[in-house]
């Protein structure tokens, strides 16, 4: 626990020389002491302080641990040749990742934390109570994220309230119960949707609605966290259905009409995001910056000093989810999709994507990519369907450089609020005939399919459709983890039948296919893995044990 300190503490002091640039939003305030009352003099300083709640305090998650464990532990996604503890569930307490994501979350809670002990003990005549509220409604939001992320995985963690607190005695630390931090992440969210504007004061910003929409998650997780024999507790189902209406219906948030559009530049802060990550490309400069392009463009020839995302891509369990392709024999899936979500989610060889630059074979600069097709033998070369969603392709040198973009991470999209309701709807039955319900499912899978569902939606449906709407978003692992608290054998099921080898793509024709060949690769008999309560959970991190060995000690229920 003292690693996070030192690293949380550090941030809050950091506040004065965050990275600035011309917008408005990233601006900061000067260095200061970090309990000064007059830490905050106007409300413009108090404003630019809580921007770096949207950016820098979740660079290390966002960099790696993001599809790491959203995707990779998932199952949506894979690499085929590095990462691969959560591909395979052997993350230990000393996998890197794991390590990184624990401290991220809780530099996130730090600096929530700090700023709205600055923001309480400022007595500025300059500073507006409406801007205090919303900073502070801020400040409450991001730490429920966090504490979101923190509890869904590593089950029991501790409510840190009060960072400065601690310091003076850091071995006291206990974890408290999930029961409690998800009650905790409960009364934030609420906090937040009470104190929140319902418009952005800038661009970026979350509103009440952002924080309805997480009630609506929270609640939908809650039911099962409340649940018992495999059942959900129906009143926490009844509150998420209600919040999840509340935002499709009075938000004034909408779906894009095209998938593919949310992911495309520009494409930031758009009417169907309710909680985005806002990067900012700063030349030279760490930290504000997205760095998750680089990992993911397949090659070079679309990368800026970068494209490091060959080995990445799809499973092998995932692209047979989409309508279409067909399994031939055990090894074997053929055909093609109406879903615009493969296209706008993976590269295909042959796929073509008019708005990519990419440097061209003589190192030119040219725009409207078109993915090349695999050499070699089917059976045995590795292929694979390659991220597509947040790829940008060869920008220049003003907008983009190695591992420095501006482009922003959902965390929040209408979308996922639409299938909230329906997965309240569908409650402890095995589908929904709910008229809403099918036309909330169907608002989102007629985008993507241009079909429509006429009778009712199965829990296998919603799964899914989950799957294929935010594969590449560090999103699916936690629907996993939902369904776990209620029904973990149903968790291990899914798990234990996602494909997740190696595998190769050929085209029907390399520059205009009509289908594809989707299959395993004949040496790689690694395709399936086991998840159960010995390893489902990520294991607490090794440095933090050996700071703050309280941490083993039986989890405890916070007072509240």
């Known amino acids: 626990m003292r690693a996070i300190l030192k690293k949380t503490l550090a941030l809050s002091l950091l506040c004065g020389v965050i990275y600035s640039c011309s917008e408005e939003f990233l601006m900061v305030p000067p260095e200061d002491s970090l309990t000064d009352a007059s830490f905050y003099t106007n409300d413009a300083q108090l404003m630019a302080a809580t921007s770096t709640l949207y950016n820098l305090v979740w660079f290390d998650y966002n960099d790696k641990a993001s599809y790491n464990i959203g995707d990779f532990r998932g199952g949506t996604t894979l690499d085929a040749w590095n990462d691969r503890d959560n591909v395979e569930f052997k993350t230990t307490a000393s996998t890197i990742d794991n390590g990184v994501a624990w401290r991220a979350f809780f530099n996130v809670i730090g600096q929530a934390n700090t700023t709205m002990l600055n923001i309480r003990q400022s007595e500025s005549s300059e500073l507006s109570e409406e801007v205090r509220r919303t900073a502070i409604a801020e400040c409450r939001f991001m730490r429920a994220v966090a504490y979101e992320h923190l509890v869904m995985n590593w089950g029991p963690v501790p409510i840190i309230t009060n960072n400065i607190d ?82 499709i219906e009075s938000s004034g948030a909408s779906l894009l009409p095209d998938y593919a559009d949310l992911f495309t530049v520009p494409y930031d802060n758009n009417a169907e995001s309710l909680f985005s990550l806002q990067w900012a490309f700063a030349s030279g400069e760490w930290g504000s910056n997205n760095s998750v392009p680089a990992y993911l463009t397949p090659t070079g020839a679309l990368g800026n000093g970068d494209g490091w995302g060959g080995a990445k891509g799809a499973t092998f369990w995932l692209l047979s989810l989409y309508e279409g392709f067909e399994q031939i024999d055990d090894i074997t899936l053929q055909g093609r999709t109406v879903d615009s979500r493969l296209h706008a989610t993976f590269m295909l060889p042959g796929g073509y994507y008019p708005e990519l630059p990419y440097a061209d074979a003589n190192g030119d600069l040219a725009v409207g990519y078109t993915v090349p097709e695999p050499g070699g033998d089917l059976a045995t070369t590795v292929d694979f369907a390659a991220y597509k969603k947040y790829v940008v392709g060869r920008l220049s040198p003003t907008e983009a450089i190695s591992q420095h973009y501006s482009h922003d991470t959902y965390m929040l999209r209408l979308a996922e609020v639409y299938l909230n309701y329906v997965d309240a709807a569908i409650g402890n039955d095995d589908a929904t005939t709910d008229p809403m319900a099918l036309d909330y499912f169907n608002a989102v899978h007629e985008r993507a399919t241009g079909q429509t569902v006429e009778d009712e939606v199965s829990e296998m449906d919603l ?39 190696l595998y190769s793509i050929e085209p029907d024709n390399p520059t205009d296919p009509t289908q594809w060949t989707i299959q395993h690769i004949s040496w790689d008999a690694n395709r399936f893995f086991n998840a159960s309560s010995a390893n489902f959970r990520l294991p607490l991190p090794i440095n933090e044990i050996s700071s703050a060995p309280n941490l083993l000690e039986e989890p405890v229920d916070y007072e509240f």
């Open 166 to 247: 601690l310091l003076e005695d850091p071995l006291s630390v206990r974890r408290h119960t999930v029961e409690s931090v998800w009650r905790f992440i409960t009364q934030d969210y609420l906090a937040a949707a009470r104190d929140l504007p319902e418009s952005r004061t800038q661009e970026g910003r979350v509103t009440s609605w952002s924080a309805e929409g997480m009630l609506s998650r929270t609640y939908l997780t809650r039911a099962g966290v409340a649940g018992a024999g495999g059942n959900r507790d129906q009143t926490y189902l009844d509150s998420a259905k209600y919040y999840a209406q509340r935002v």
């Open 463 to 501: 799964l899914e459709e989950r799957a294929k709407e935010f594969a590449g978003e560090s999103r699916f692992w936690y629907d996993l983890v939902r369904i776990h608290y209620y029904d973990p054998e149903f968790a291990y099921e899914v798990i234990g039948n996602q494909d997740r080898g």
